[in-house]
């Protein structure tokens, strides 16, 4: 990857705050969330073997409730609609068991 001048940075991570916040909006409803639960979406970079070069991380924050993470093994643009509705009755899932942990997919 080469280096960005300042505005294609901005141009960069302006569509990834986009997409961020497109997942977010999809997700909260999935997931059943409230005004006081929180979601957050991240892309990191992965240097896991076996990893993707870029991931997608999602936190489940609810209230009273411990923190879930899950990992969608792609980056943001690539996540579709059948990714969401897999984290969601995944969340589900863990949820009625009682359990928060670190989740791949």
Known sequence: MGFLGLKEWRVRNAARARLSAQVKATLFPLLGL???????????????????????????????EPTRTFRIRRP??????????????????????GTARYRLR
């Open 76 to 97: 943001l643009d690539a996540i579709g609609p059948a990714d969401l509705q897999a984290l969601a009755a995944e969340e589900r899932e863990e949820r009625a068991s």
């Open 34 to 64: 409230d005004a006081d639960d929180v979601l957050a979406v991240t892309e990191i970079a992965c240097a896991e073997p076996g990893c993707p070069d870029v991931e997608t991380v999602v936190l489940v924050m609810r209230l009273s």
